[in-house]
């Protein structure tokens, strides 16, 4: 049999038919054009899980369980979206709604805990039983693995890793807190620092790889501009670096978890980004001398991870 999993984004919706080895055989998409009514996204997910049934040559029958990863705060018991700012959504029954347009019993997760299951059953932390999952974005997302089960806390919002604080009175957040990691080490941070690098320094070849207008920063200019021998690029990075490696030390000191993998389009950079960031936290760890050690290491899935671990969200609450 297959599963179906549907990753609900702010802009876009895609649902994928997975098969029993974690490979996806069909693919639907839509975009989600929020904010609108909850029933009107919820029409346009049924039209991709369709899509996605027919593109991978199967039929609805083929399919025990479907779930759906949601952005936002999300009561899985129940199978709402509590509250999700990105779709404006407030109390939204969207299982309930989608059993009601497929005719399939659909499940539900935080889009990040769904994509950190998916890691976790599919790829980076395969064979593991305790892992955290770190997506470098637009903020810092995440998912926390215990013992196998999604950690969400008792009220189900656990797992917010972009919003601990790692700097009193520091930048102020997108969530109205100060300090919060996600403002120092999203690639929304690294942006912001890349900028203000270059307004030091007129002379960077940052200024090359934009073309000279500033609003062409995008997360890999820095990086881009290191591997051309940029000084000031290379103060970018290892600043950026320092800030996520204070993160993922507090990580370890607090789940002691196997693996840590690093998601996002950050994560590409492979070495250059996870070879200093694993001699860092070597030395910041609390426990710098244990004998079992957890290993940082790039995610595997992109952007499958989401869908993956939406469809095998019925392993956790079937």
Not at 133 to 140: E, Q
Request: aromatic share 8%; hydrophobic share 40%.
């Amino acid at each position: 049999m297959y599963k179906l999993g549907i990753d609900l984004g702010g802009t876009n919706i895609v649902a994928g038919v997975v098969d029993e080895n974690y490979n996806i055989a069909g693919v639907g998409k839509a975009k989600t054009r929020a904010p609108r009514p909850a029933e009107e996204v919820a029409d346009d997910m049924a039209k991709t899980v369709f899509e996605a049934i027919e593109n991978a040559g199967i039929s609805i029958d083929d399919i025990d369980y479907m779930g759906i990863g949601s952005p936002g705060a999300v009561d899985a018991e129940n199978g709402t979206v509590i509250y999700s700012s990105n779709l404006a959504f407030n109390d939204v029954a969207l299982t309930k709604m989608m059993t009601e347009r497929v005719g399939k019993e659909f499940y539900i997760g935080n889009d990040a805990n769904a994509a950190a299951y998916g890691e976790f059953i599919a790829g980076a932390g395969k064979g593991t039983k305790n892992f955290v999952a770190v997506t470098l974005g637009t903020g810092v997302g995440g998912g926390i693995i215990i013992n196998g089960e999604i950690y969400t806390g008792f009220n189900g919002i656990a797992g917010e890793l972009g919003h601990f604080s790692i700097e009193m009175d520091g930048v102020i957040c997108s969530c109205g807190r100060s300090g919060c990691w996600e403002a120092y080490a999203s690639a929304t941070a690294l942006i912001r620092q890349t900028k203000q690098a270059m307004n030091r320094y007129p002379e960077s070849e940052m200024w090359n790889l934009c073309g000279g207008n500033i609003d062409n920063v995008s997360g890999l200019t820095a990086f881009n501009a290191l591997r051309r021998g940029d000084y000031a690029a290379e103060g970018v990075v290892n600043k950026y670096i320092q800030y996520l490696a204070t993160g993922i030390a507090n990580i370890i000191t607090i789940f002691q978890p196997e693996i840590i993998c690093i998601g996002g389009g950050i994560s590409k950079e492979g070495d250059t980004l996870i070879a200093p960031l694993r001699k860092i936290v070597a030395g910041e760890k609390f426990v710098r001398n244990a004998k079992k050690k957890t290993e940082i290491k790039a995610a595997t899935l992109g952007n499958d991870a989401g869908i993956i671990g939406a469809a095998y969200l019925c392993n956790l609450y079937k």
